[in-house]
Nanobody, 126 residues
Framework: QVQLVESGGGLVQAGGSLRLSCAAS????????MGWFRQAPGKEREFVAA????????YYADSVKGRFTIPRANAKLTVYLQMNSLKPEDTAVYYC???????????????????WGQGTQVTVSA
C-alpha cells in the first residue's frame, strides 16, 4: 500500500520561503515520477510541479516557475517542494502525489495521479 505523508507547511510572510517534504512508502520510490498540487479555498486542485523518477527532468506551472523547485532524494524516499519568493496567492493546501504507473512530467492533470497525501497548509500573509 502506497503512502505519502507531507510535512513542512505553515505561515510565512510574502517574500519568504518554505520547504515541503513528502515521505513515500509502499513501493520502489525511485521508479516513479512524483508531483505536487495545491488547492486554494473555493478553487479546483491545480498542478504545481513534477519530477521524473531519476530527478533529471522537471516541469512547473507557469505561476511558480522561477520561484519553486522540486528536488527528490531517492535514497531517502522523499520528494521536496522548495518555495521561494512566496506570494499571498500561493496560499493553499499542498498535496504530494504519485502515479500508478510512470508518467511524463508534463502530464499535469489531477487524474494522472493515483496516490495522494493528506495535504499540508501553506499560508502566505501580505
Amino acid at each position: 500500500q502506497v503512502q505519502l505523508v507531507e510535512s513542512g507547511g505553515g505561515l510565512v510572510q510574502a517574500g519568504g520561503s518554505l520547504r515541503l517534504s513528502c515521505a513515500a512508502s509502499g513501493r520502489t520510490f525511485s521508479r516513479y515520477a512524483m508531483g505536487w498540487f495545491r488547492q486554494a479555498p473555493g478553487k479546483e486542485r491545480e498542478f504545481v510541479a513534477a519530477i521524473n523518477y531519476s530527478g533529471g527532468s522537471t516541469y512547473y506551472a507557469d505561476s511558480v516557475k522561477g520561484r519553486f523547485t522540486i528536488p527528490r532524494a531517492n535514497a531517502k524516499l522523499t520528494v521536496y517542494l522548495q518555495m521561494n519568493s512566496l506570494k499571498p496567492e500561493d496560499t493553499a493546501v499542498y498535496y504530494c502525489a504519485g502515479p500508478l504507473a510512470n508518467i511524463p512530467v508534463k502530464k499535469t492533470m489531477v487524474t494522472g495521479y493515483d496516490y495522494w497525501g493528506q495535504g499540508t497548509q501553506v499560508t502566505v500573509s501580505a
